[in-house]
């Protein structure tokens, strides 16, 4: 399957919502089970106007069907990447081609040496993803982090410009 990123639109708010209620997207990313549409909206409205953010949806190329959402935020000479996948389309290589577009686009817009991302040391379907869309773990032992008011055990990843 070929996958296209797409800005997101209002229109995506229910969608969204509704995906994030999946229990391993709620298990394994910031999202919240009692996220509202508004709240949604808001969140994107935010980052349509902030020029360290960017974040876009994933669909099908052919039939513009909703698949993943990914989102890359900049700190400094850096970027760190995130994202997840619709439950309907997942085990299909969506999620390592949406990073490898995310990155391309993170590279060709910010002057970053290099981009990050993390995930739960239990989450092994994402280090998988991260290594297959060329990141690199980083060497020393896993670490604790605070993760949407939650405490994370997380294993860091690093792919250089």
């Known amino acids: 399957m070929d996958i ?11 969608w969204y919502v509704e995906q994030v ?3 391993e997207i709620l298990r394994f990313t910031i999202e919240r089970a009692s996220l509202t549409v508004e709240e ?13 953010a960017m974040g876009y949806l994933v669909v099908d190329a052919a039939t513009g069907t909703r698949l993943a959402s990914v989102a890359a935020t900049r700190q400094e000479d850096g970027a760190e ?10 085990g299909r290589g969506v999620a390592r081609q949406a990073v490898r577009a995310l990155c391309d ?27 297959n869309a060329g990141f690199h773990r980083v060497d020393g032992p896993d670490e604790p982090r605070e993760v949407g ?7 860091w990843y690093r792919r250089a410009r």
């Open 81 to 90: 990447v995130s994202y997840w996948v619709a439950r309907a389309a997942r």
């Open 21 to 23: 209620q999946d229990a």
């Open 4 to 14: 296209a990123l797409r800005d997101v639109s209002d229109e995506d708010a229910e």
């Open 40 to 52: 949604f909206r808001a969140a994107l409205a935010r980052l349509r106007s902030d020029d360290d």
């Open 105 to 131: 686009r993170v590279l060709a817009n910010w002057p970053v040496n290099e981009i990050r991302l993390f995930t739960h040391v239990d989450n092994r379907a994402s280090q998988r993803t991260a290594e």
């Open 149 to 155: 008011g939650r405490r994370w055990l997380v294993r």
